[in-house]
Every structure is written in structure tokens, then in C-alpha cells.
């Protein structure tokens, strides 16, 4: 993070935390990017240049992102039930992945990005897949910041996939049912040896998960900026930050500052 970017983020820390002590920031940050329909028809525009705005504000979060050294940066990009939407937003939405890649992909290698491409992605189009597949191989030693982008991907279906391979290790003999543990789980999902997501953040005021990395969630913190995506800047981003920075994470615990005697109860009770 170079000088300017440092001095407004801690501005913003100062102003939106205790001003005290090193920010707390999240080990995973994963982004619901909502809003660019939205976006679109409020300045009159075909929804497809609601999402190629989209893509804009999209470079910034992730230039800043591995600026702050976050280690883990996931985007829904496109979900399995996206097949829905018209033909022509679908198309354009492809399209955008071609771009993206084509303009970006030299940027991120330099910066020591390292590319995961979440969900099915041999039902994608046969460009769009090699151009995901290459950038994956790319990027693949890279030890920098883990961007993982969700393209045709459903929380469900990727557990669905974890499962029947743990089913097979079982009918294979190479484990036992009882061995099996929650990080047997993490360890077949997309997202095996990166940290749990610590702050989901979904812009344009919408409170849901939409199927999006619903094991790796668990613990998350959540924060529903009523912005729509295209209009999401840095410093927004940052106000989300300092937020996360002031949460209480007991993880189902209690404050050590809670009353003595108080009823022990479930996580945020």
C-alpha cells in the first residue's frame, strides 16, 4: 500500500473505530457484487453496461485488497442460477470474463496474485473456460494474495461435489466414516487451505447469501452496504474494513467483560 492509500485508510479507522491500536483486518474478505441491474436502469443504460461498470469498481477493490495484504479475496461473479437470466445479459456476461482476463491478467501476475476460479467450469463456453483455466495455470505459483472468483459456482453443488468425494475415499478404503471431521470437509471444498471467510460483504442493501460459500461463511461477519456495486469505492470498501475492526468475534463464546452469572447461550446471545 503505498503513502496516500495508508494515510486514508487509517483516516478512515480513525473515524469509524477507537482510533486505537493496528487495525484489525480480515484474513478472507468475500464480496456478494450486487447492484449493477440496478445500477443500470437508474442512469438509464442496458444492464449490460451496469456490468461492465461493475468490472471497474471490481479492479479497485482487488488492487486494494492486495494493497492492504489481505490474504483471501472471494467475488460471485456468476452463479449456477444465473443460467436464468436473459440470453443477452448472459452473453454479455461472458463476454466480460474474456475482458477481464485479457486486461488484467498481466497486472495480477506482476503483483503475485494467485487466480482460483470457483465452481463448474466445464459447463462454461469453451473460450471462457480455457481463458479461466489458463489464467488458474498462470498464476499458479504465485504466493501473493488468493482471488478467488466464483464462475458458475453454487455453495450447494460444491458441497454436493465434496461429499461424493469423500464418499469415494470411504468406498475406496483410504478413510474410515468415523474419520471424518469438519476439516475433512474444508479440505474438498474450492477453497482447501485458505483461511474461513471472515467478513462477507453484499452491496446494493440486499441481506442474503445467495448459495455463496455457505460452509466457509460459518463464522463470518456481514455487512450489507446499501450501495450498488458500480458506485462501491475504496473508501467505502475501507468503512466496511474498520467495521469488521470493531466486531466482537466470540465465535459462540462470551465476552470476558460480560456480566458474571450471565445465562450462557448460543453465538450473540
Same mark, same amino acid.
Given at each position: 500500500?503505498?503513502?496516500?492509500?495508508?494515510?486514508?485508510? =487509517?483516516?478512515?479507522?480513525?473515524?469509524n473505530?477507537?482510533?486505537?491500536?493496528?487495525?484489525?483486518l480480515?484474513?478472507?474478505?468475500?464480496?456478494?457484487?450486487?447492484?449493477?441491474?440496478?445500477? *443500470?436502469?437508474?442512469? +438509464?443504460?442496458?444492464?449490460?453496461?451496469?456490468?461492465?461498470?461493475?468490472?471497474e469498481t471490481?479492479?479497485?477493490?482487488?488492487?486494494?485488497?492486495? @494493497?492492504?495484504?489481505?490474504?483471501?479475496?472471494? !467475488? $460471485? *461473479?456468476?452463479?449456477?442460477?444465473? =443460467?436464468?437470466?436473459?440470453?443477452?445479459?448472459?452473453?454479455?456476461?461472458?463476454?466480460?470474463?474474456?475482458?477481464?482476463?485479457?486486461?488484467?491478467i498481466?497486472?495480477?501476475?506482476? +503483483?503475485?496474485?494467485?487466480? !482460483?476460479?470457483?465452481?463448474?467450469?466445464?459447463? !462454461?463456453?469453451?473460450k471462457?473456460?480455457?481463458?479461466?483455466?489458463?489464467?488458474?495455470?498462470r498464476?499458479a505459483?504465485?504466493?501473493?494474495?488468493? !482471488?478467488n472468483?466464483?464462475?458458475? $459456482?453454487?455453495?450447494?453443488? /460444491?458441497?454436493?461435489?465434496?461429499?461424493?468425494?469423500?464418499?469415494?475415499?470411504?468406498r @475406496?478404503? /483410504?478413510?474410515?466414516?468415523?474419520?471424518?471431521? /469438519?476439516?475433512?470437509i474444508s @479440505?474438498?471444498?474450492?477453497?482447501?487451505?485458505?483461511?474461513?471467510?471472515?467478513?462477507?460483504?453484499?452491496?446494493?442493501?440486499?441481506?442474503?447469501?445467495?448459495?455463496?460459500?455457505l460452509?466457509?461463511?460459518? $463464522?463470518?461477519?456481514?455487512?450489507?452496504?446499501e450501495?450498488?456495486?458500480?458506485?462501491?469505492?475504496?473508501?467505502? $470498501?475501507?468503512?466496511?474494513l474498520?467495521?469488521?475492526?470493531?466486531?466482537?468475534?466470540?465465535?459462540?463464546g462470551?465476552?470476558s467483560?460480560?456480566?458474571n452469572? *450471565? @445465562?450462557?447461550g448460543?453465538?450473540?446471545?
Open positions: 500500500m503505498n503513502a496516500k492509500q495508508l494515510k486514508a485508510f =487509517w483516516s478512515i479507522w480513525k473515524q473505530g477507537d482510533g486505537d491500536g493496528e487495525p484489525r480480515p484474513r478472507h474478505v468475500a464480496i456478494i457484487m450486487d447492484g449493477n441491474g440496478r445500477w *443500470a436502469k437508474k442512469h +438509464k443504460l442496458n444492464v449490460s453496461r451496469g456490468h461492465r461498470q461493475g468490472t471490481l479492479r479497485e477493490i482487488i488492487r486494494h485488497t492486495d @494493497d492492504l495484504g489481505i490474504e483471501a479475496l472471494s !467475488l $460471485y *461473479a456468476f452463479s449456477t442460477e444465473n =443460467w436464468s437470466r436473459p440470453a443477452e445479459e448472459v452473453a454479455a456476461l461472458m463476454q466480460l470474463i474474456l475482458d477481464f482476463f485479457a486486461s488484467e498481466d497486472e495480477l501476475c506482476e +503483483k503475485n496474485v494467485r487466480i !482460483l476460479i470457483l465452481g463448474d467450469k466445464s459447463a !462454461l463456453p469453451a471462457q473456460r480455457e481463458t479461466l483455466i489458463e489464467a488458474e495455470q498464476t505459483g504465485n504466493t501473493g494474495l488468493h !482471488l472468483i466464483g464462475v458458475n $459456482y453454487g455453495s450447494r453443488a /460444491e458441497l454436493v461435489r465434496a461429499t461424493a468425494e469423500i464418499a469415494r475415499m470411504v @475406496d478404503g /483410504e478413510m474410515q466414516p468415523e474419520e471424518i471431521t /469438519e476439516q475433512t @479440505d474438498h471444498l474450492y477453497t482447501r487451505g485458505q483461511p474461513d471467510v471472515d467478513l462477507l460483504i453484499r452491496t446494493s442493501g440486499e441481506m442474503r447469501l445467495s448459495n455463496f460459500l460452509y466457509q461463511n460459518a $463464522y463470518a461477519e456481514f455487512i450489507f452496504p450501495v450498488l456495486w458500480p458506485d462501491f469505492t475504496v473508501a467505502e $470498501y475501507d468503512r466496511c474498520a467495521a469488521f475492526g470493531r466486531r466482537d468475534r466470540r465465535y459462540g462470551r465476552d467483560t460480560a456480566e452469572g *450471565a @445465562d450462557q448460543g453465538e450473540g446471545t
